[in-house]
């Protein structure tokens, strides 16, 4: 596609429910980004993928939170019995080669409210 | 462990005036420096990087930064501001030696004025 690509766009949950959160990468791109952005924040790290290879898992908050990308294009985020304090934006990124200088390009994000 | 920091929570510039976005940051190795700007609604559009060479990095839109490695910035600027420049403006690093995801200062609101 011509850009990347998120769904939903808007996904309101009630508290303990689990969502799941869908990203399509521009085709071709290696590297793959899930970052969190609170209201009034910068986006905050999420995880990394490398190909379906998951190398970076550091950022995510609590064992509630789970992604995958199995075939080494979309990529999913889940998170589990959703809390109040998950309500964010969720912004993923792709770039084309492994190096740490391309710069990614971001979804428009699906903003999350747990109520 | 590396950082950002963006002083100013908003801007405020006329139109037709220069601007100036400041940026600060901290890493252990060698920096790769991005901005990237956020209309509302939408996600975050690179504007410029600073990879290696001259420090004086032209992007989109008649923007440009300026590394400066001795005090640690990496500052956005425009020689003449657009009302269609007022935007949420994210300044991001990466250590050339560390992990490949981006650490994002906190943003700068820019409002320019007609």
Redesign the interface.
């Known amino acids: 596609g011509a850009g990347?690509s998120q769904s939903p766009r808007y996904k309101v949950a009630k508290r303990g429910q689990d969502v799941a959160l869908r990203c399509d990468p521009i085709s071709g791109h290696v590297?793959l980004?899930w970052?969190q952005q609170a209201l009034?924040?910068?986006?905050?790290?999420l995880t990394?993928f490398q190909n379906e290879a998951q190398?970076?898992k550091?950022?995510l908050p609590s064992d509630r939170f789970f992604a995958e990308r199995p075939e080494g294009s979309v990529s999913t985020l889940k998170i589990q019995r959703t809390q109040q304090e998950d309500s964010a934006v969720y912004?993923c990124?792709s770039s084309f080669r492994?190096g740490?200088?391309t710069?990614?390009?971001?979804?428009?994000?699906t903003r999350l409210t747990v109520v | 462990a590396q950082s950002v920091a963006q002083p100013e929570d908003q801007v405020k510039v006329a139109e037709g005036n220069p601007l100036t976005v400041k940026c600060t940051y901290s890493v252990s190795g060698n920096p790769y420096l991005f901005w990237y700007v956020q209309y509302p609604n939408r996600g975050l559009q690179f504007l410029l990087k600073y990879i290696t060479g001259d420090n004086l990095v032209k992007g989109s839109y008649g923007f440009e930064a300026e590394f400066n490695k001795s005090q640690t910035s990496f500052h956005l600027k425009k020689p003449s501001a657009l009302v269609s420049d007022s935007a949420l403006y994210f300044c991001a690093v990466r250590d050339m030696a560390g992990r490949r995801a981006l650490t994002f200062g906190s943003g700068t609101r820019l409002q320019v004025q007609p």
Request: charged share 10%.
């Open positions: 990347v590297s980004f970052y009034g924040q910068g986006p905050e790290f990394y190398l970076d550091s950022g912004l990124a492994q740490g200088n710069e990614a390009f971001f979804g428009q994000g």
